[in-house]
């Protein structure tokens, strides 16, 4: 009953609040109102982009892809082949730059692995942890994702375990 209480409590000082609560600072980033541009399509999915380049904005691209979970990332690597592996050496040069001064905050034995035997072994060994309770077409879409854009597939493997590390 006290939770309830409290909940609720909380729910009406976020919706009573009119913006003008103390430590608090309004949204005055511009919206993008303009409809979606379709920029490319291909057999399973379309690719669009939204907003224009401003001072304070960048353009979006918005993906729509249907179809088996292989044919869905193989319409994405279609669509976005540049930009899927211009991400995935961005990503990885970036952490190689910014490792060190990250590697105090780790567990020492996780640590010790990367160390010894580098960021791309604990990688696999993050997927090897939590490929039993993957789902297998998050697998098949990553499959169809590196088929088409020609980026290897362990790559765009270690760049999703990168975030589960």
Known sequence: MLRTLVTLAIVCAVVLCDGNCPGTTPNTNPFWTAAPVLVNTTKNGKL???????????????LHT????YEQGFAQGTLLK??????IQMMFKRIGATIDQYLGFLP???RTLIERYG????????????????PKYWEEEMRGLSDASGTPYNDILRMHMYVLF
Not at 56 to 61: K, N
Not at 66 to 69: D, I, M, R
Not at 128 to 133: L, N, V
């Open 66 to 69: 249907w179809g088996t979970p």
């Open 48 to 62: 669009f982009i939204v907003g224009e380049k401003s001072d304070t904005l960048f353009p979006m691209f918005v």
């Open 119 to 134: 960021l791309d072994f604990v990688l696999d060994l993050t997927y090897e942890a939590t490929r039993f309770y993957t």
């Open 108 to 110: 020492e034995k996780l």
């Open 82 to 87: 540049k930009e899927t592996g211009l991400l």
